[in-house]
Each structure stands twice: as C-alpha cells, then as structure tokens.
C-alpha cells in the first residue's frame, strides 16, 4: 500500500477530491495544515484521516519549521507527499528530501505565472486561455517536472473569481488522477521530465466553456 501525505493550508478542495477518489494501491494516511484553522482539517479528521497541525507562525524561521514539519511527515513514512493548496514557501533541503516523490498544483499554466494572483495576472494580461498545473516538486518555486496540465477559456467579463473556479474545476480532475498514476508506478521521471506510462492523454486537457 502506498502511504500519502497531503499538506494544505485552507479550504482543501483538491485534498477532499483525492481523498474521494477510488485509489487502488494508495492510502492517505494524513492531512497536515500550516495553519490551525485551515477548514480542510475538520474534513479529514471527520472520515477518520489523521489530521495535524505544523502551525508556521510557531517557528523562528522557514528552516526550523521546514524541518519541524518533515519530522511529522517523516513520521507517516509516505511514498507521496502532496502539496495541495499549501501556502507556505519551502526551503531547498525541504524539497530534496522529497525529491520525485512530493506533487504539487498551481493555478496557472506554467512556467506562466508563477506565485500568487495568477487568474488576476492572466486576466491582466489578455490571456485567452489559463488553467493549472499538476508537477514535482523542485527547489524552485512553481517549476519541476510537468505531470499534467489543463486549459480553459478566460471569458470575456471573466473576474480572478470566476476565472479561478472555472481552473479548479479542472484541478479536481487532474490532481486525483495523477495521484492515482503516481500510486500505479505509471509516473516516472527521467532526465527532468515525466513519463505517464499507458495514459497517453491523462496529462493534457483542453476544455470548451460548456465543459469546464
Ligand atoms: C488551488 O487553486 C491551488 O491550485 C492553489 O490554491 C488553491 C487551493 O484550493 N495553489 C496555489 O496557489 C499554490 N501555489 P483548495 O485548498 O480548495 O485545494
């Protein structure tokens, strides 16, 4: 059984959709949030997930709290770390510990918008099209290996908020089926970029508005 950590800092709708999912081979074992009151906890905690707090703001700086919180990890023994709405900048050593085994998605089609606000910065911008992206982890904030990505429309009127609902709409498909992929040995990586073995297009989705 492949164990998984999922770490989360707020709402955890990506979390609840692997969660939800059918994972043959594959157990979330525990939900970690940075922050006490991030809603997803009570969540996991609800369907029997052990769920923990590393709480940043009890930590002089990123390193100690980035070692504070692999501890707890560590103590899961997961196969597979997943970031999903995790908030909080990690260190270098943080990241090469989970090296090819930690996931993560961010709202934007990159190496597009990086960091923060990306569906007002898409917007802004005169994006046609913007989306998200399933990728491992590097020292490199919101770079690494790209596992899957998914595109939507940005329509005319389009606000950060409905832009941003329309993208996750998106994530809660390809998130959980790369999760699934990775517990199936069906993801690999090889000279920086990622095989997805016998799903040839589980790693590109392009949908119509009606769709997305
Ligand atoms: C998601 O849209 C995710 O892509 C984004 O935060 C949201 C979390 O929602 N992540 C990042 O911006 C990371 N850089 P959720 O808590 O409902 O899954």
Same mark, same amino acid.
């Given at each position: 059984m492949k164990r998984i950590v999922i770490l989360i800092s707020g709402r955890g709708s990506n979390m609840q959709a692997i969660c939800e999912q059918d994972l043959p081979g594959g157990a979330v074992v525990a939900v970690i949030a940075n922050r006490p009151d991030a809603a997803g906890l009570a969540w996991a905690a609800e369907r029997g997930i052990d769920a923990r707090v590393v709480d940043h703001? &009890?930590?002089?700086d990123r390193a100690s709290f980035d070692v504070a919180l692999a501890e707890v990890i560590d103590g899961y023994a997961p196969d597979l770390v997943v970031l999903a709405g995790f908030m909080r900048i990690l260190g270098a050593e943080f990241t090469r510990r989970y090296e090819g085994r930690m996931l993560n998605v961010h709202p934007s089609l990159l190496p597009a918008f990086t960091g923060l606000s990306t569906h007002q910065r898409a917007i802004d911008a005169g994006c046609r099209v913007a989306g998200c992206t399933v990728h491992f982890v590097t020292a490199e904030l919101d770079h690494g290996p790209i596992v899957a990505q998914g595109a939507v429309p940005v329509l005319e009127g389009d606000t950060a908020a409905s832009l941003a609902e329309r993208v996750l709409a998106v994530e809660h498909r390809l998130y959980p089926a790369a999760v699934r992929d990775f517990v199936a040995g069906r993801l690999t990586l090889a000279d920086g970029r990622v095989h997805r073995v016998?799903? &040839?297009? &589980?790693?590109a989705q392009l949908l119509s508005p009606a769709e997305a």
């Open positions: 703001k &009890a930590y002089p016998a799903t &040839a297009n &589980a790693g």
